[in-house]
């Protein structure tokens, strides 16, 4: 069974930044999808941004564009998500996601194989 943590997570004023990160235990995770969706409570979960097992792919959501980034460090088996320029509507649970088997559906929550438990991230002043 792959298990994903999550750090990094915490209250930020509006403006500021945060860096979550995700700690996988997968043998082959330099060959997974890896994804990062955020969900509020009472409201499905969303995708946030996607990196592909060579890191040199990365997909965002159009409201995290230009303010997140996403990477990865295959050898620490180890995917980052540094959020800058935080608003209050980024507060939520964020999650880590992989992908054993990449479909192209990178957006998707059935896409993913694995969950991390999730980090509560609040932008609040």
């Known amino acids: 069974q792959v298990q994903l943590i999550e750090s990094g997570g915490g209250q930020v004023q509006p403006g500021g930044s945060l860096r979550l990160s995700c700690v996988t235990s997968?043998?082959?995770?330099?060959?997974?999808?890896m994804g990062w969706f955020r969900q509020v409570t009472g409201k499905e979960r969303e995708f946030v941004a996607a990196?592909?097992?060579?890191?040199?792919?990365?997909y965002y959501a159009d409201s995290v564009k230009g303010r997140f980034t996403i990477s990865r460090e295959n050898a620490k088996n180890t995917v980052y998500l540094q959020m800058n320029s935080l608003k209050s509507e980024d507060t939520a649970v964020y999650y880590c996601?992989?992908?054993?088997?990449?479909?192209?559906?990178?957006?998707?929550?059935?896409?993913?194989?694995?969950w991390g438990q999730g980090t509560q991230v609040t932008v609040s002043s």
């Open positions: 996601a992989a992908d054993r088997n990449p479909r192209g559906n990178h957006d998707w929550p059935s896409e993913y194989d694995y």
């Open positions: 990196i592909m097992w060579s890191g040199s792919t990365t």
């Open positions: 997968a043998r082959t995770f330099s060959h997974y999808l």
